[in-house]
T-cell receptor, first 109, second 112 residues
């Protein structure tokens, strides 16, 4: 079967750096997405990786290794507003999106 | 206007009621989706419409009935639901099947 694994919950300190990992086993690969979802709000798109390497976008970066079935989302200079759930999703060979259960990130002052 | 709008935001219904969830997208996309989001579980794809044609059903119980009258509107008709159907129902849209999804804020459904 197809599967996405990510930690259920993480805690970090304001101003610090945190890395959220995502591993996947899917039938084929057509890109990996990271979404942010604040409590009670819509998931919003953060990043997309289809080739190996690091994609940087401001304080957020996303890394992909297709050979390892692995990605991470790196958040720098953490702010209280970064407290949210982070969802990892992979498009398989049929372009179906396979979702992880999300990582709840708690930022402490 | 926000990109994807869902109404109502909250809904409480009994098991014998009939209600509908509405979704509207203002992004000019050609694909729309219904997802179910339960606590600590991955998003579950329920229905996909591409160019107003349903392309996926994913073995969803018949008590959920989708309708897509045009490329901007999507409905989810609900009848004789069960308490385990209580969840957040998210609508999304995309341009083609490879584009990123844009989500609405969801309809929080509670079935008593």
């Amino acid at each position: 079967g197809q599967n996405i694994d990510q930690p259920t919950e993480m805690t970090a300190t304001e101003g610090a750096i945190v890395q959220i990992n995502c591993t996947y086993q899917t039938s084929g690969f057509n890109g990996l997405f990271w979404y942010q979802q604040h409590a009670g709000e819509a998931p919003t798109f953060l990043s997309y990786n289809v080739l190996d390497g690091l994609e940087e976008k401001g304080r957020f970066s996303s890394f992909l290794s297709r050979s390892k079935g692995y990605s991470y989302l790196l958040l720098k200079e953490l702010q209280m507003k970064d407290s949210a759930s982070y969802l990892c999703a992979v498009r398989d060979r049929n372009y179906q999106l396979i979702w992880g259960a999300g990582t709840k990130l708690i930022i402490k002052p | 206007e926000t990109g994807v709008t869902q109404t109502p935001r909250h809904l409480v219904m009994g098991m014998t009621n009939k209600k509908s969830l509405k979704c509207e997208q203002h992004l000019g996309h050609n694909a729309m989706y219904w997802y179910k989001q339960s606590a600590k579980k991955p998003l579950e794809l329920m229905f996909v419409y591409s160019l107003e044609e349903r392309v996926e059903n994913n073995s969803v119980p018949s008590r959920f009935s989708p309708e897509c009258p045009n490329s901007s509107h999507l409905f989810l008709h609900l009848h004789t639901l069960q308490p385990e159907d209580s969840a957040l129902y998210l609508c999304a849209s995309s341009q083609g099947d490879a584009g990123e999804l844009f989500f609405g804020e969801g309809s929080r459904l509670t079935v008593l």
